[in-house]
């Protein structure tokens, strides 16, 4: 999804049902689905690829090493 989607989706969710708290979810060691009031935005981070189940993060000091590296805004 794109970051534009992203945001009209919230700016839908805002005007139909208010300024709402944030919430995140997680899943414990044990599988327990677990909630947190969010308090963090996100950040931009590098991604070899954005293809498939699982993607691998780059570091910022290693993307000379990447050239098609991704830039993504994570949320969590």
């Given at each position: ?6 945001i ?12 709402l ?14 909630f ?34 991704v830039?993504?805004?994570c949320?969590n």
């Amino acid at each position: 999804m794109k970051l534009s989607k992203y945001i009209e989706l919230l700016q839908r969710t805002l005007k139909y049902e208010g300024d709402l708290e944030v919430v995140q979810s997680d899943v414990d060691s044990d599988m327990e689905i677990e909630f947190y009031k969010k308090e963090y935005a996100g950040s931009i981070l590098y991604f070899e690829v954005l293809d498939g189940g699982y993607i691998l993060q780059v570091d910022v000091e290693e993307l000379d090493d990447y050239p098609d590296a991704v830039r993504a805004f994570c949320i969590n």
